[in-house]
């Protein structure tokens, strides 16, 4: 039988993976808040499901730690409709009173690769991919790597428009599970790297976790950037220059422009981002097995 790759469920050693993942998570937030944003992919779901099984996120904990009531207690007032209401956005993670919060997004769904891939015409494409450039080549209705990176700037507009938005509830970590080469080009954006920078980051294994911290200075770094797999064999290091945004590209060039302000009458000219999370963390989960992953932001 055919299964479109929307479709293509988690296996077992994959959920299990996800629960170490979910774990790890718990370790790097301890009793923090978060946000998980998802691909709407099956196996990513599932995914995010056990995540929250492994770290132990209870979606109907409420802010401020403390033990949430039984539904009934909290909705005896309130008609059979808001009652079904209340319930649902709880199990979806959109009780905006709570800690933990969810939310699918399309833009961070995987390469598509053609409705159906036939498995010797697959074979044939990757070839030709890797004569073409795997950042630009398109698969016959599917799409190219140039694609996944332009939506990915959509998702960043839409997780920015959260952080930044004073009437909704701030959370200590933003958590994104999404799938290897999508995750690749998030950084990618985010980080400004160039294109031959890009080809020589490798997908995360299964079940890996990418970090961001946001530094004294404001801005993101990628940590422990010494574990990710660069170079054409994977057995690189990837540069420092590549851990955070290199749009000036010499700082003692930012350090004159700051000496120089007062000359000019000005008081601030140069301000780094005004994002007010700090962390990435992505597990990345890979294949059928577990082909997916996740991101946060912390302090």
Known sequence: TRRASLAIPLTEQGKSEARAAGVRLR???????????HSPYERTTATLKEILKGGDFNLSTPRGGQTPPPLRQRLTSASGGAQALQTER????????????????????????????NPAQMKKD????????????RFEN????????????????????????????????????????TMRLCLMRYLA????????????????????????????????????????HGKGVMPERMRKVNTIKDDRWLDRLREDQWKMGMTSMVRYGTSTYGTTSVLSPKDTRASDEAAGHRK
Not at 92 to 115: S, W
Not at 166 to 177: G, L
Not at 193 to 220: C, H, L
């Open 27 to 37: 370790e790097l937030v301890n009793d923090e808040s978060c946000f998980f944003f």
């Open 90 to 117: 709880e199990r979806q993670g959109r009780d905006p009173r709570t800690k933990y919060q969810i939310a699918e997004c399309t833009h961070l769904r995987e390469q598509e690769f053609g409705n159906f891939q």
């Open 126 to 137: 990757m070839t030709t991919r890797n004569e073409f450039g795997r950042f630009w080549y």
């Open 142 to 181: 599917g799409e190219s790597g140039a694609d996944v990176f332009g939506r990915t700037g959509l998702f960043l507009q839409r997780l920015f428009r959260l952080t930044d938005n004073s009437n909704r509830a701030k959370f200590d970590n933003i958590v994104i599970v999404t799938h290897g080469l």
């Open 193 to 232: 790297w160039d294109i031959k920078d890009f080809e020589q980051v490798w997908n995360p294994s299964n079940a890996e976790m990418w970090v961001m911290t946001k530094n004294s200075r404001g801005q993101y770094v990628l940590d422990d950037h010494t574990q990710i797999r660069y170079g054409k």
